[in-house]
């Protein structure tokens, strides 16, 4: 439990950081390291960040691929509570 209240804030921190770089005009953070931090855990950071800072959402490629891994979040949670 631990681990997702850390990768959370870190993967809000991380977007938000990457939106005031984009407005500074600055050396900007990766979209794959975006999807990789949200991929181990950071979905809801991610989706909160999205949100709160209008941050890559009107870029339908990130959205595509940000909603495969919320889709692949989901069903290895069904299928660990089903099955373990």
Do not use: C, W
Request: no cysteine; glycine share 8%.
């Amino acid at each position: 439990m631990l681990y997702l209240l850390f990768i959370n804030l870190f993967t809000f921190i991380t977007f938000g950081l990457d939106k005031r770089k984009s407005i500074l005009h600055r050396r900007r953070i990766s979209e794959s390291a975006l999807l990789g931090i949200s991929s181990v855990g950071g979905t809801i950071g991610a989706l909160a960040a999205m949100l709160i800072f209008r941050h890559k959402i009107s870029k339908p490629s990130f959205l595509l691929k940000f909603g495969f891994i919320v889709l692949i979040q989901a069903a290895l949670i069904y299928f660990f509570e089903k099955y373990y």
